[in-house]
């Protein structure tokens, strides 16, 4: 493991826009922190309500997290519509907003607290490492659609803001326990205090789970392949308000987390990250405000894969059945090895010829400047100033020892102008310049109409650029072997392309949203037609090297053009009575160049062009009913359908499932403390195959234990 000494001054995080409000005597007031949240910042920056924003966004509050039937962070995007949640393996989430699911969550903003969670080492978010809880958080503001006007280039299809609970929000200790089948155990305890003008909280958290059972796909059966995790965090907040108009927020994160590559492997990967953030605000007067946001995410980890002998690399020369030609004799390749190569095989089929393990190291600093200025002649706009610097250390990923980096630079610029009382009119650009590329210009525009208070109409178009991340441009994975002083390459998995481009996204869209019965319900409906282009992937070439006959090239592969139509409806009619309700169509067409056809002796590159077509679910729906009784008792249950889809491009469909979800509580108060028990099921009903057929999601059922002081 690296060294984990910080390279810059103590860093640590900033609070949630809903505690940034202050009393006279710079302290935040209870009705501050509880009151219903009817505004959001996550789009521009700037506190708009939801007939103000330029897009379409999705609240997910602490009364719905609480309702919910989830068990973790990433059940509670079932909510959203439009968003497909699936799991590669037991412990490895997936997330992904209309585009076909990969292996990682790229394109994809998400940030905890303003502090963006995403890894430049894998160009994606590793949900298992945030060391965010269910319980940890206030309310999630969800972007549906691109966002890079506001968040930059990694909110190329939406953007995500979780937003923990103030270190205000719940004065004492609280702990909770959960156990369950499939190995199912968690323990957390959080302590929160304040002295004088300081709040804090601190939290512990350890948990486990067994993963999806393997033994009944025929493949994996008496292999004792496992999908399970192991984690454990430690997180640590703080808030200072020194005076009325400033407050400075901190957080200090780690974490250590076992778990698995997979899904085709089942190879182990030991993580561990920590992570510092600040963040000082000061509202400089009735108008204005400014600030600084500091923030710092490391992580450490280590693959343990399957040596590389000279047994695996025999069978690649080994005669085929079907027409006594190895593989590599069938794509033109001589059987006779080079002298080197016989050198080693020569050594028995147990002499290793690649290490099984390998250490990965990568670094994100972070430092952003706003200004937030609110009414100058109806005009309210938000300016900042960013800059970034992401490096990582990785033998398997670059081809040996060493260190790549890049800094980024950004300029963000959003403006709501108030043309009337009816209309509302919003632009938005960023400026992104990384060292020694070309700039990158995304921009929005929207217009929101008020028929009446009680219906918002809005059209808006963006056109959103992302760069290629640090890894997808210097990817080069490959297998050497040391003969005696001579590096010989034998084999090369993945590789970047010379000239990879920059994706870009047309984005268009009219919504709508209905608020009726004094708020209590809501309809929004969005939509889209989204033009996707150059979008990055992998793609085969022929490529005869000492030990293989081809190799995965990271190129622009994909293009692909989404319509569709998704809608939300939540009912409040009471504080007992939480419905929830959201749908998707969409229609996905495109292709993605794969690579050539292997058994054709005039192969090209571009010989295998495969069909994007229902790579996407077209139909998705999710409801959520709960209802509180007197005395505390409260019920739950969820309903979610996906559609049949292709996990990849090429793949056979899975077959449509739907799954129900049942949750109830209790709790009771005494005057100091108050208890809680739970029972969740999940997926009462038969098992389904999730994500790929070897993954089988059955029921599930936990129960919990909360204890806690008033």
Not at 120 to 144: A, C, F, K, M, Q
Not at 311 to 317: H, K, S, V
Not at 349 to 358: D, E, G, K
């Amino acid at each position: 493991m690296k060294d984990n000494s910080l390279k810059l001054p103590f860093l640590m995080v900033a609070l949630s826009a809903s505690t940034q409000v202050f009393s006279a005597q710079g302290l935040l007031t209870e009705e501050d922190i509880f009151a219903e949240i009817d505004s959001v910042t996550g789009v521009t920056h700037l506190k708009q309500s939801l007939s103000q924003v330029p897009a379409a966004v999705t609240i997910i509050d602490r009364r719905t997290i609480e309702a919910s039937t989830a068990l973790n962070l990433v059940d509670l995007f079932r909510l959203v519509p439009g968003f497909q949640v699936y799991f590669l393996h037991g412990n490895k989430p997936g997330v992904t907003y209309h585009v076909p699911g990969g292996d990682y969550s790229r394109r994809l903003e998400v940030k905890v607290d303003g502090r963006s969670v995403y890894e430049p080492l894998l160009s994606s978010v590793e949900w298992n490492t945030l060391g965010v809880d269910i319980d940890d958080i206030e309310y999630i503001e969800v972007v549906r659609g691109s966002n890079t006007a506001a968040d930059g280039s990694n909110a190329f299809i939406a953007s995500f803001n979780i937003v923990t609970r103030s270190p205000l929000a719940d004065a004492g200790t609280k702990f909770s326990v959960q156990h369950g089948n499939q190995g199912i155990k968690s323990r957390a305890i959080s302590h929160s205090s304040q002295f004088d003008q300081l709040a804090t909280r601190f939290t512990l958290k350890a948990s486990e789970n067994n993963g999806f059972d393997l033994e009944d796909y025929p493949d994996y059966a008496g292999k004792d392949f496992s999908d399970s995790a192991d984690t454990f965090t430690i997180r640590y907040q703080g808030l200072w308000t020194p005076s009325v108009t400033d407050s400075i927020n901190f957080q200090l994160g780690t974490g250590d987390t076992k778990t698995t590559i997979g899904p085709s492997d089942y190879k182990k990967r030991h993580w561990k990250n920590k992570y510092q953030h600040f963040n000082w605000k000061r509202i400089a007067n009735e108008w204005s405000d400014v600030e600084l946001v500091l923030y710092h995410n490391q992580i450490d980890f280590v693959d343990n894969d399957d040596p590389y002998d000279v047994a695996t690399a025999l069978y690649l020369y080994g005669a085929d059945e079907e027409d006594g030609k190895s593989l590599h004799q069938r794509m033109g390749g001589d059987l006779v090895l080079p002298s080197n190569i016989q050198q080693i095989l020569g050594s028995g089929p147990n002499q290793i010829i690649a290490q099984p393990t390998y250490a990965h190291f990568s670094d994100r600093w972070d430092a952003e400047l706003r200004s937030n200025i609110y009414s100058i002649d109806n005009l309210r706009m938000s300016l900042a100033m960013g800059s970034r610097h992401d490096s990582f250390e990785t033998e398997l990923f670059l081809g040996g020892p060493g260190q790549v980096s890049q800094i980024s630079n950004r300029l963000n610029a959003n403006l709501e102008w108030t043309a009337s009382d009816a209309l509302t009119i919003n632009l938005g650009n960023a400026l992104e310049k990384i060292r020694n590329k070309d700039n990158t210009n995304s921009y929005r525009a929207a217009a929101n109409y008020q028929l009446s208070k009680k219906h918002i109409f809005r059209l808006a178009g963006s056109h959103s650029y992302r760069d290629p991340t640090l890894l997808e441009v210097n990817q080069n994975s490959i297998y050497t072997y040391d003969n005696q002083g001579e590096k010989i390459t034998l084999y090369t998995r993945v590789k970047s392309d010379n000239d990879i481009a920059t994706e870009k996204q047309v984005s268009r869209e009219i919504g709508y949203l209905g608020l009726f019965d004094d708020k209590k319900l809501s309809l929004d409906i969005r939509i889209f037609d989204e033009e996707l282009t150059n979008l990055i992937g992998e793609r085969r070439e022929r490529f005869l090297g000492p030990l293989q006959d081809s190799i995965n090239i990271i190129d622009n592969t994909e293009n692909v053009k989404l319509k569709g139509i998704e809608w939300q409806l939540q009912y409040r009619p009471t504080n007992q009575l939480l419905l929830s309700l959201n749908h998707s169509y969409l229609v996905a067409e495109g292709d993605s160049r794969y690579g050539y056809d292997k058994h054709d002796d005039a192969a090209s590159e571009n010989d295998l062009i495969l069909d994007l077509d229902k790579t996407v679910p077209e139909n998705m729906a999710n409801l959520l009913v709960s209802y509180e009784m007197p005395g505390g008792l409260k019920f739950s249950g969820s309903y979610h359908y996906k559609e049949g889809y292709k996990p990849k491009p090429g793949a056979v469909s899975l077959p449509s499932h739907s799954r129900f979800d049942l949750k109830a509580s209790k709790r009771w108060f005494s005057q100091s403390n108050w208890m809680e028990l739970s029972l969740t099921a999940q997926n009462v009903g038969d098992d389904y195959q999730e994500h790929f057929s070897f993954n089988k999601f059955e029921s599930l059922y936990v129960l919990g234990f909360k204890l806690g002081s008033n």
